[in-house]
């Protein structure tokens, strides 16, 4: 299975990348709803955060011990990390994906 999120993280796209390493990737949203707005993905297809498991579980542990170096790097003190899985829950990209939203006040519940 390759999707757009995959031809990002072999290069096959040109993106602004915020942030690598040997598992995950993090890049600017192409259409941002928010001044800060980057996805962090692991370089592997995985459909969504509901096809986690013990034999892919090293991907979420990298991308969370990396979300806070980038949020430092960038300054962010609040922000909003959101992933929505399934389409009824907004997700667009059959690629798991964080989004990570800031500088700008976040409303809550969410839509
Ligand atoms: P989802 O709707 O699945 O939660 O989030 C997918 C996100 O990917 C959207 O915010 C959308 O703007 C972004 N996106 C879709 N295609 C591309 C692309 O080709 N490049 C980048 N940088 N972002 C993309
Ligand atoms: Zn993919």
Not at 53 to 62: A, G, H, L, P
Request: aromatic fraction near 10%; proline fraction near 6%; charged fraction near 25%.
């Amino acid at each position: 299975m390759e999707c757009i999120f995959c031809k990002i993280f072999k290069k096959e796209i040109n993106t602004k990348i915020i942030f690598e390493d040997d598992l995950t990737i993090s890049f600017e949203d192409l259409n941002p709803v928010a001044p800060f707005h980057i996805l962090i993905i692991p370089k592997k297809h995985i459909d969504s955060v509901n096809e986690i498991n013990e034999n892919n579980s090293i991907y979420i542990k990298q991308i969370f011990e990396n979300i806070p170096k980038i949020v430092l790097k960038f300054n962010l003190k609040d922000y909003r990390i959101v992933s929505n899985i399934g389409p009824s829950a907004g997700q667009s990209v059959m690629h798991m994906h964080f989004h990570i939203l800031g500088n700008r006040k976040m409303n809550w519940p969410p839509g």
